[in-house]
């Protein structure tokens, strides 16, 4: 035990398709898959902070989100579910940020998850330049994540700022990313990590091997030597 505990402070981030893509059967598919996914990375995180490395007071888990539709908030309602403030980065002020939002149902959604968010961001893009001011919030979710959860068809991007592009980035800056992978028209959902700038990694074990989560958690803050080989798995159900 050091003479000076400190807390373990993880911050995790979320990227991934928008409701266009996460169709409702789709989300409630990944639901309970996303909750474990939190869960499971809170464990090892409460695990870490047992060990010699750290001390109290207790672990300290953040969410980065831009609270877009689709994985965004949903990622927020299973963030918060399981312990972590939630962070909101926004690309623009709120009340500019609400007309990317169709009235009724999207906008009341993101009404909701911005209210509930324990702190709000809002970087400094602008309408005239959409592409800058969404590429800003991808590399501002990579500067301060240590893991980043993608839900993603692991296709090609449509252009910068897009899931596939804030993967890339997360992958070139040597964050971790936990992949959770989606196919168009069915409800099979796949996991698998992703360490080291390596994106050719095959779907492995399990959802709820507790080594994988551990070897993820110590390889995004640089602690000891891991050993595993960040790969997992999971059938929807």
């Known amino acids: 035990?050091?003479?000076d505990p400190?807390?373990?402070?993880l911050n995790v981030a979320i990227t991934g398709h928008r409701a266009g893509v996460l169709t409702a059967p789709l989300v409630r598919t990944l639901r309970p898959i996303v909750f474990t996914v939190f869960r499971e990375l809170r464990e090892a995180a409460f695990r870490l902070q047992q060990s010699q490395m750290f001390g109290s007071p207790a672990a300290r888990l953040i969410l980065n989100t831009a609270l877009a539709t689709g994985a965004d908030q949903l990622a927020a309602i299973c963030g918060r579910s399981s312990g972590y403030i939630v962070r909101a980065l926004l690309p623009f002020e709120a009340?500019?940020?609400r007309k990317d939002f169709a009235p009724g149902d999207e906008l009341d959604g993101f009404?909701?998850?911005l209210a509930a968010a324990d702190e709000v961001v809002a970087l400094p893009g602008?309408?005239?330049?959409?592409?800058a001011?969404?590429?800003?919030?991808?590399?501002?979710?990579?500067?301060a994540a240590d893991i980043f959860i993608a839900i993603w068809d692991g296709e090609a991007g449509k252009g910068p700022g897009?899931?596939?592009h804030v993967v890339e980035l997360a992958m070139n800056a040597s964050v971790p990313v936990i992949h959770v992978d989606i196919e168009h028209g069915s409800e099979v959902v796949r996991i698998r990590a992703l360490t080291d700038g390596h994106t050719q990694v095959p779907f492995g074990t399990s959802l709820r091997d507790p080594d994988l989560y551990d070897s993820v958690v110590r390889r995004a803050l640089r602690i000891g030597r891991t050993g595993a080989s960040g790969m997992l798995e999971t059938a929807a159900g």
Request: net charge negative.
């Open 111 to 113: 009404e909701q998850a």
């Open 6 to 9: 400190r807390p373990l402070v």
């Open 133 to 143: 001011a969404y590429v800003l919030v991808g590399e501002s979710l990579v500067e």
């Open 95 to 97: 009340r500019e940020y």
């Open 126 to 131: 602008t309408r005239e330049n959409l592409e």
């Open 162 to 164: 897009g899931t596939a």
């Open 1 to 3: 035990m050091t003479d």
